[in-house]
């Protein structure tokens, strides 16, 4: 009776404190918002306790004992569109994965080529816009004649055609994420 007793006594001081912290009288508006009504069976289930109040965290996770079993409704086939060798798995069926997160690494002779390609093709551009620039200077100083200089940018302008082609083959080359 004690244990019942003192939760009581506690809640029903609870709930009469903000009534006279606002200077209203009980009867002005009744709320139940702070008053828990417990059996003596729910008490004796709860096993609840008292103890001094103390500063500390709150947890909102409690653990449970349980079993996860995967949904058909929720089991997805992956498809890639590329010919290539599974190097790596990183996950088995079962585990948990998350939107963008890797599931394989394949190695592929498609996107290999593609991504050479394009390194290439970077590497030509970056020397023909150096090149360009250089060309454009001495072409504004009358040092370059406009005939090289149209040549330059010519070929300048080719070499950013072969980037962007390079640039659009690897990207269709490589799987969707």
């Known amino acids: 009776m004690v244990r019942i007793w003192l939760p009581a006594a ?57 079993s996860i079993v995967p949904s058909g409704d929720h089991i997805a086939r992956v498809a ?24 394989a690494v394949i190695e592929s002779r498609e996107v290999a080529d593609a991504k050479s390609e394009y390194l290439a093709a970077r590497l030509v551009f970056d020397l023909q816009q150096t090149l360009f620039n250089r060309s454009t200077k001495l072409f504004e100083s009358k040092f370059l004649s406009e005939n090289d200089f149209l040549r330059a940018r010519t070929t300048f302008e080719d070499a950013r055609v072969k980037i962007e082609i390079a640039r659009q083959k690897l990207l269709r080359a490589q799987p969707d994420c």
């Open 80 to 103: 890639v569109r590329l010919l290539g060798t599974v190097a790596e798995l990183r996950k088995r069926l079962g585990d948990t994965v998350r939107a963008g997160e890797v599931v």
């Open 10 to 66: 506690v809640l029903v001081l609870g709930a009469a404190f903000p009534l006279a912290a606002r200077d209203e009288s009980p009867g002005a508006e009744k709320h139940d918002e702070f008053v828990v009504n417990l059996s003596e069976k729910q008490v004796d289930a709860g096993k609840f306790a008292i103890s001094e109040v103390q500063g500390g965290m709150l947890g909102k996770r409690i653990a449970v004992p349980g």
